[in-house]
């Protein structure tokens, strides 16, 4: 149910922000090919200076990708937050923004070579999805923390593309670099608001 401020700021004609951001913990060494698909949608990202098309094209895959993925989903946890004001979503998207980078690994690595894509062990991989959209949707204004929530989620997020309402795109994954690995101590150390499914 809508409070009276949400009412009143619809009632007034003022657009609706969301800023949501999703982790998802994956475990297993059979999760290495979705390194390669983050690390490609982070080289096309770059290639294109952030082109929000293109990230969201990206973002697309992503999420069609972690839908594929389930059976390794492990924990995951989210938070946002309702704003009525451009600039202070624009701010909200920042703080999370610096907050995901200075996470483990938090940077693409670029340079790392095609043909390493399945080969690198993975053991744990926490992937950060960042938003900022207009309007409403139920599905990721919620609780992510289960299955069945997440597997309506994830192609909520992936329609918001489509229907042109994305604003802001943010993906961070970690490990990022091919080689690296987020140990268990690094899981708990950086990510300790994950929650187990």
Not at 125 to 152: C, H, N, Q, R
Request: proline share 4%; net charge negative.
């Amino acid at each position: 149910m809508a409070s009276l401020n949400d009412r009143f700021n619809q009632f007034t004609g003022r657009k609706r922000f969301v800023v949501s951001r999703l982790f998802l913990h994956l475990a297993g060494d059979e999760v290495a090919p979705l390194l390669g698909v983050l690390n490609q949608v982070g080289r096309n990202a770059i290639d294109h200076d952030g082109d929000l098309d293109i990230m969201g094209q990206g973002l697309v895959e992503i999420c069609t990708s972690l839908l594929r993925y389930d059976t390794y989903w492990q924990s995951t946890t989210n938070e946002g937050d309702v704003l009525w004001n451009e600039g202070e979503a624009a701010d909200y998207v920042e703080e999370l923004f610096t907050d995901a980078a200075q996470r483990y690994l938090s940077d693409v690595n670029i340079d790392a070579e095609d043909d390493e894509l399945t080969i690198t062990p993975v053991q744990n991989l926490v992937v950060m999805l960042t938003l900022a959209f207009e309007g409403e949707s139920p599905e990721i204004e919620t609780d992510l923390a289960s299955i069945d929530a997440l597997k309506a989620a994830l192609p909520a997020i992936a329609t918001l593309h489509t229907q042109e309402r994305l604003r802001a795109i943010q993906i961070h994954f970690s490990p990022a670099a091919y080689g690296d690995v987020l140990t268990s101590d690094q899981l708990l150390e950086n990510f300790p608001e994950l929650l187990p499914l």
